[in-house]
T-cell receptor, first 118, second 115 residues
Framework: GAVVSQHPSWVICKSGTSVKIECRSL??????MFWYRQFPKQSLMLMAT?????????EQGVEKDKFLINHASLTLSTLTVTSAHPEDSSFYIC??????????????FGPGTRLTVT | DAKTTQPPSMDCAEGRAANLPCNHS???????VYWYRQIHSQGPQYIIH???NNETNEMASLIITEDRKSSTLILPHATLRDTAVYYC????????????????FGTGTSLTVIP
């Protein structure tokens, strides 16, 4: 089955620094990837839609200058949390759609990245 | 915004069938019903999806009412490893790359399988 990986699986950073999270589709090509954030005991909240070769589309209320998304290839999207603050501590999850025409277009999710800002 | 309503929690005895309901009374004619589950601190896992016919795969069965306003996910023989939060999502399936297909998650149902 389709596999999506994320790196790192967990990261601790100091307040004010930036941290980059990678999302890779390992065995399929994905023109579209999605980024979610999940706080403890809450549901997943869609942050942005990332399309290969174009600017990401951010959901209402998500700061595009704080959460930088780059989708430079068909298998890699990155999320950079800039000037991180403790309130950015969360579980960040990416997902990807299969480009293949015959695919059923469900999303395949990565294992998530736990970010802790101290 | 999520367009589904699910009970917040359910218990099920191990070995018994788990029936998880979902209400999607405002579903449109071209929207599919998807089910995912999330085991603690992991990414969501795809279970099944359907449009209007009942569907079955190796994991579960999906029963969609005739008016499509609600559906039920059935895990035929629940095991302890099925303890997870189950999300029901409605979404248009668009076959054109780079368009739409966003998932908006609701609060889901936390299923606990009891030994």
């Amino acid at each position: 089955g389709a596999v999506v990986s994320q790196h790192p699986s967990w990261v601790i950073c100091k307040s004010g620094t930036s941290v980059k999270i990678e999302c890779r589709s390992l065995d399929f090509q994905a023109t579209t990837m999605f980024w979610y954030r999940q706080f403890p005991k809450q549901s997943l909240m869609l942050m942005a839609t990332s399309n290969e070769g174009s600017k990401a589309t951010y959901e209402q209320g998500v700061e595009k200058d704080k959460f930088l998304i780059n989708h430079a290839s068909l298998t890699l999207s990155t999320l950079t949390v800039t000037s991180a603050h403790p309130e950015d501590s969360s579980f960040y999850i990416c997902s990807a759609r299969d480009l293949f025409v015959g695919a059923t277009y469900e999303q395949y999710f990565g294992p998530g990245t736990r970010l802790t800002v101290t | 915004d999520a367009k589904t309503t699910q009970p917040p929690s359910m218990d099920c005895a191990e070995g018994r069938a788990a029936n998880l309901p979902c209400n999607h009374s405002t579903i449109s004619g071209n929207e599919y019903v998807y089910w995912y589950r999330q085991i603690h601190s992991q990414g969501p896992q795809y279970i099944i999806h359907g449009l209007k016919n009942n569907e079955t795969n190796e994991m579960a069965s999906l029963i969609i009412t005739e008016d499509r306003k609600s559906s039920t996910l059935i895990l035929p023989h629940a095991t302890l490893r099925d303890t997870a939060v189950y999300y029901c999502i409605v979404r248009v399936t668009i076959t054109i790359p780079n368009t739409g297909n966003q998932f908006y998650f609701g609060t889901g149902t936390s299923l606990t399988v009891i030994p």
